[in-house]
C-alpha cells in the first residue's frame, strides 16, 4: 500500500475560495437533485423538530406535495407521532364541555384525513393495522380514566377518524373494515349474548333488561363506532346492514331496538313501550329513522323483510301497546306504514287492524294533526281486502274498536283522576273526528 494515497493530491493553499466555492457547487447540485430541495439537507431530527410545529391538518396537506413528503411525513407519524399532544387518547375519556368535544372530534377527523392521505399506497389489511392501533389505544376497557361511558366522546373520535380514513373505500373493503374490527374486539360475542339472553322479568321499579350494562356498551360501541359518524344516508344504511344482517329476524329486531330505542341513565328501557303510552319523537324517531334509512337507501333489503323487522319490534320484548305502535308507524312514513297494513290486512289480521287504525286516530287528534292521511290508510287497506264481506267486517270492526275503548276508559275513569278524563275526551274527540271524515267521503258527492 502506498502511503501517498492517504496524502492530498494538491498543495495546500493560503485561500480557502475554492474549497468553499466547490462546497457550494456540490450543495446546489445536491438541492437540484433532491425532490425536497433545501428541506432535504437537514437531517432527519430537525425535519421531525419542523414538523412538530406543525398543525395535523397542515401535515395532511404536505403528504399531497410529494411522494418523498408523503414517505418523511409517515416516517415522522409512525416514529414520533405518540409524544404529540393529538394523540394523547387518554383525554379523550375524561368529561368535556361541547366546544371541547367539537374541538376533539375535528382533531380526530384531521388525524383521520393524515393517515389516508400517508398510506394511500398500502395494502387494505396494512391499513386495517393501523385502524386496530387505534382501536386498541381508545377503547376505554384498556384504559383506568374511563369513569362514565354515557359522556366519554373517546368511541366517538375513533367513529370520527374511521369514517374519514375509509371514505371512496370499496363496499368489499369497508366489509374487511367491519369484520376486522369485530375480530379485534368481542363486539360479535357480546351482541349475541344480549339478543340472545332472555329479558329480564318486568319489574315495577325498572324496565332494564338482564343485562343493562354489557346491552349498553354494546349500543355505544356500535352506534358512536360505525353509524353516528356517518357522512349520508346510504353509509348509514350499508354499516346497518353490516350489523343486522348477520342475525335471525326476531334477533335483528331486538338488536336494532337496543341501538335506537329509549334509555334512562344508561340503562336501556325495554318494557317502556309496552306499560306507557309515549308520544314523543325521542322515543321513536331512532328506530323509524333507521327502518326508513334500510328502505329508501339499501338494496339488501326486501319489504317484506322491513315488515317482517318491524312487526318484531312492537313485539320485543312484549306486546307493545296499541298507541305506541301507531306512533311508531305515523313516525315511519306513508309508504312503509301502508305496506305493513296492507299486510296485515291480506293476513287476515283484522282486529289488529282496528286496534292500529283507532290508535292512529287517537295519536292525531293528541299531536293536532288531520286525519286525511289516515283516511288514505283506510282506503289501501280496504283496497287489499279481496271480497266485500272482508271490507265491511273490517269497517264494523273499527267502529266496534271505538265503542270497546270509550266503554274501557269511561269504567277505568275515576271521578277524581283528571288524567283519565283527558284520555276519554280524546277518545271521543278521535272517533267524532274520524265519523266526520267517513261522512263526508260517503256524502262527497252532495256537499
Known sequence: MDIKSFFACKKPRRSNRLIVKEAEEKKVQTVCASPLGYFDILPVELKFCVFGYLSIEDLSVLTITSKSMRNLIECYRVSMFHTRDVVVHSRAHGVMDVEKQAEWLIRYKNLGLLVKRSTCLYATKDRLKIVNDFLTRMMCANTEVCKDQTHCIAQLCFGKFLHTMIAGWDDSECQRTFDAICQHTCILKNIKLVVSTK??????????????????????????????????????????????????????????????????????????????????????????????????????????????????????????????VASLLLACGDKLTSKMLVSKAINGRVIELSSIITSFCLVCVKTNCGLNHIMGLVQNVLLAMDNARDRQHFVNSLVDMFKELILDMHDFTDSDDDGNDGELYYLVTAFAEFSKRVVHLAFKTML
Not at 356517518?230 to 350489523?243: G, H, N, Q, V
Not at 326476531?250 to 306507557?276: D, F, I, P, S
Open 199 to 324: 329479558p329480564a322479568p318486568r319489574s315495577a321499579y325498572t324496565d332494564a333488561g338482564a343485562l343493562p350494562s354489557l346491552e349498553y356498551d354494546v349500543r355505544c360501541f356500535l352506534r358512536r363506532v360505525f353509524l353516528d359518524a356517518c357522512s349520508s344516508m346510504a353509509d348509514k344504511a350499508f354499516w346497518l346492514t353490516r350489523i343486522l344482517k348477520p342475525w335471525p329476524m326476531v334477533q335483528q329486531a331486538r338488536l336494532l331496538y337496543l341501538l335506537y330505542g329509549a334509555t334512562h341513565e344508561g340503562v336501556v328501557q325495554w318494557y317502556q313501550m309496552c306499560g306507557t303510552s309515549l308520544d314523543t319523537a325521542q322515543h321513536f324517531g331512532g328506530i323509524s329513522c333507521a327502518l326508513q334509512t334500510l328502505y329508501m337507501h339499501s338494496t339488501e333489503w326486501s319489504e317484506d323483510e322491513l315488515i317482517s323487522i318491524l312487526d318484531e319490534i312492537t313485539c320485543c320484548p312484549e306486546e307493545w301497546l296499541a298507541e305506541n
